[in-house]
């Protein structure tokens, strides 16, 4: 029985790779469809086995186990292997869990799909398995960096995965295009970094940074450099623009890759590097700031959506604001904590919208309503995952964000604070805002007889067991966080005693979130608060809100105005200079055979007399100059 | 006689065969004109030979006038050839190279 936390983990992450590149290899096998969907499930629960008892095999000692990659005059450069301490193995337990369910669950949701398509599919979730696997366990900045650009590669292919539908694959190259735009920040951090310290190791970067012995000139720009990455990857402002048209894929894979693991992957690579970002407590102070305005804007946004999944999109980019704030504000252990609890409650949410999207034919609020009759196991489980996002006590957020709020609070941050206080009230309503549309309230049977036809005419119904194992698993783990954590609430210390929030700070947070929910329910459970004249309220918001804020538009007036305009000038540089120069080259030398053509006449004769006259000049010469 | 005189003598032939490539319109003409010229080297050649007590430049000039005799019989064929293609034997007819 292997024990050492490094060897299991590395089992966790060459499993999907395995899958991958069987199924990669192997195309028969792949557009069978289904044996492919089992061959990656299979290694999938193996690689969440391994990773599970990594995790319990670690505690608090590190495991690392490194290959020579890039050998170098003076040692080697780089190396590959697997860092398994207490945060990867937990992370990659999470990222195990969640790639395993949402395979599992995709069985079912996605048993519309012809058989090549699904063999794809599943190709895609073992290369990202493997993928994120490796960012998590990486142990320099080079894999974190591979890693970092395959989880952005296969978020691309996954978004992308109907490609005949132009919304998706716009969306996937916006996706792809937008990170990369944060990607270079990374990448350049990056290297600033091995030019300043000369190692892109984790363990000695750290060993630098603690004992003092990393220059602190320009070490400002590397972090900042190095949050870029994280900006575009963990979708904060003004970057967050991608992640809500990145619903176009499949409803798991926006559980899997858009809300539980890869938009994580800034957040996690801050904690990280959290002893990197101390010495640059001015870096803290924006990722703080900007945390908490992203947290704000897109809780506001969330609030007028009618598509279910961009409601849950919304709210993530809202939450991961939150984790990035509690960093900013130098307790890294709070984000992670709720990094985590996210992801559960997160795919869970996704996973019941995915139910609900597959029941009803739409993503439409307007077009749901009265399911909590038809699909109680949906309902129930949404909610509880509801109220884990809302931070109600007893569920898996509460205790999360009650960290968050006590670190910002006690960082001193007095303005991120009242804004996160703001962004709970909200995301209590707008969770159950779509609760109450979605689940209570009339059915609206008109859309669905409408557009589905007789065979599942008015008959929404709970999904099969593939997608309700997985919805049920996450549920009751959400519930577990949450009951242990809030029992266990002094004993669960992270962090310092003095990052501690105030006493009144629990009572606050939760009188907020359940106002929030009074709040929703008056306006669409009990309609004593018209919604209309609610909106009519927040006009100028509302109606900013519906635009964006008109953030997509900036970047697209940008891309217009500099992209285009930049190339125009190119273009037109090469039209007229270069090809006017090559054109006029080629003219005037047209023109010159055209004048001389009429030396060459033909005849024998006249080529001797030139022959005997330029003889007779070259004689002359050589009597003259040589004389 | 002097060395000067026969090298006048073969200048004299020479331009006279050029003048002749030059002029004529006819290409058999042209062909005598070529004829001229090769034997104004034979004179120099011989001239050389004799003054110089050399044996080699009467050598060359009896490969010259093999060469001679075998480029009159091809010209020859050449024109009568032409002559049966083209019915003409005009120079100034002959350019089909004009640019």
């Not at chain 1, 703001?422 to 009339?442: D, I, K, P, Q, W």
Request: with cysteine.
């Amino acid at each position: 029985m292997m024990t050492d936390p490094g060897l299991l983990a590395l089992v966790a992450l060459l499993l999907p790779a395995l899958s991958f590149l069987v199924l990669a290899v192997a195309a028969p096998l792949r557009r069978l469809g289904r044996p492919a969907a089992w061959f990656s499930i299979l290694c999938a629960g193996g690689s969440l086995a391994a990773a599970v008892q990594a995790w319990a095999a670690g505690g608090d000692d590190v495991s690392r186990l490194l290959w020579a990659w890039l050998p170098a005059g003076g040692g080697t450069l780089a190396s590959v292997g697997v860092l398994a301490d207490a945060d990867s193995t937990l992370m990659l337990t999470l990222v195990a869990l969640v790639a395993f369910l949402v395979q599992l669950y995709s069985v079912g949701y996605l048993s519309d799909e012809p058989p090549p398509g699904l063999g794809r599919y599943y190709t895609y979730q073992s290369l990202f398995a493997f993928s994120m696997m490796a960012l998590v366990l990486a142990p320099n900045f080079v894999q974190l960096f591979i890693a970092w650009e395959l989880v952005g590669l296969c978020s691309y292919l996954l978004i992308g995965f109907w490609y005949q539908k132009p919304e998706a694959a716009r969306a996937a190259t916006k996706a792809f295009w937008i990170t990369k735009a944060g990607d270079v920040g990374l990448l350049i951090g990056i290297v600033l970094l091995w030019r300043q310290s000369g190692t892109f190791d984790f363990f000695e970067l750290r060993l630098l940074a603690e004992g003092g012995a990393l220059p602190l000139a320009g070490l400002s720009l590397i972090t900042f450099c190095i949050y870029l990455g994280a900006v575009g990857k963990s979708a904060q402002f003004p970057l967050h623009v991608w992640l809500p048209d990145a619903m176009e894929g499949p409803t798991p894979v926006s559980a899997l890759i858009h809300a539980a693991t890869m938009v994580t992957a800034g957040v996690y690579l801050l904690t990280r590097t959290e002893w990197l970002f101390a010495l640059t407590p001015e870096v803290l102070a924006v990722v703080a700031w900007i945390g908490a305005f992203t947290a704000l804007l897109a809780a506001v946004l969330a609030c007028v959506q009618d598509d279910i999944k961009r409601v849950l999109a919304y709210s993530t980019v809202s939450q991961l604001g939150y984790m990035m704030t509690a960093i900013g504000a130098g307790l890294a252990a709070a984000g992670f904590f709720h990094l985590l609890t996210h992801g559960l409650f997160k795919a869970l949410l996704f996973l019941g919208a995915g139910a609900v999207i597959h029941a009803v034919h739409s993503n439409d609020l307007s077009h749901m309503g009265g399911l909590a009759r038809r699909m109680p196991h949906t309902a129930i489980v949404f909610l509880v995952g509801t109220l884990s996002l809302a931070g109600i006590p007893f569920f898996g957020g509460f205790l999360s964000k009650e960290e968050i709020l006590g670190a910002v609070w006690a960082g001193g941050f007095v303005g991120p604070f009242l804004l996160l206080m703001v962004v709970a009230l909200l995301t209590a309503f707008y969770m159950f805002r779509v609760v109450f549309l979605a689940f209570f309230g009339e059915p609206a049977t008109a859309h669905i007889t409408a557009t589905v036809g007789a065979a599942h005419a008015g008959h929404p119904h709970d999904p099969p067991a593939s997608m309700r194992v997985p919805l049920w698993i996450l549920a009751a783990m959400s519930l577990g966080v949450g009951i242990s954590s809030t029992m266990a609430g002094q004993m669960l210390q992270f962090g310092p005693a003095e990052r501690e929030g105030p006493a009144w700070l629990m009572p606050s947070a939760v009188g907020v979130a359940l106002a929030g929910i009074l709040l929703a329910w008056l306006t669409y459970q009990r309609r004593t608060i018209d919604a209309s004249s609610l909106a009519a309220a927040f006009g100028p918001i509302r109606r900013a809100a519906l635009a964006r804020f008109w953030i997509d538009d900036i970047f697209e007036g940008g891309y217009r105005v500099g992209l285009l305009g930049f190339s125009r000038a190119v273009g037109w540089v090469d039209r007229y200079l270069v090809d006017g120069v090559l054109n006029a080259l080629s003219a005037w030398t047209l023109t010159a055979g055209d004048d001389v053509r009429g030396m060459q006449t033909g005849r024998a004769q006249d080529y001797v007399y030139g022959v005997a006259v330029g003889l007779l000049v070259l004689l002359l010469w050589v009597q003259w100059v040589l004389a | 006689m002097s060395l000067q005189a026969y090298l006048t003598l073969a200048a004299a032939v020479f331009c006279i065969g050029l003048f002749g490539v030059m002029t004529r319109r006819n290409t058999i003409g042209i062909l005598l004109g070529i004829e001229l010229m090769l034997n104004a080297v034979n004179i120099n050649l011989v001239a050389f030979a004799r003054f110089g007590g050399d044996v080699t430049g009467l050598i060359f000039t009896v490969f010259t006038i093999c060469i001679t005799v075998s480029e009159a019989a091809l010209g020859l064929a050449i024109v009568i050839l032409l002559f049966r293609v083209r019915r003409t034997v005009t120079a100034d007819h002959l350019d089909l190279l004009r640019g």
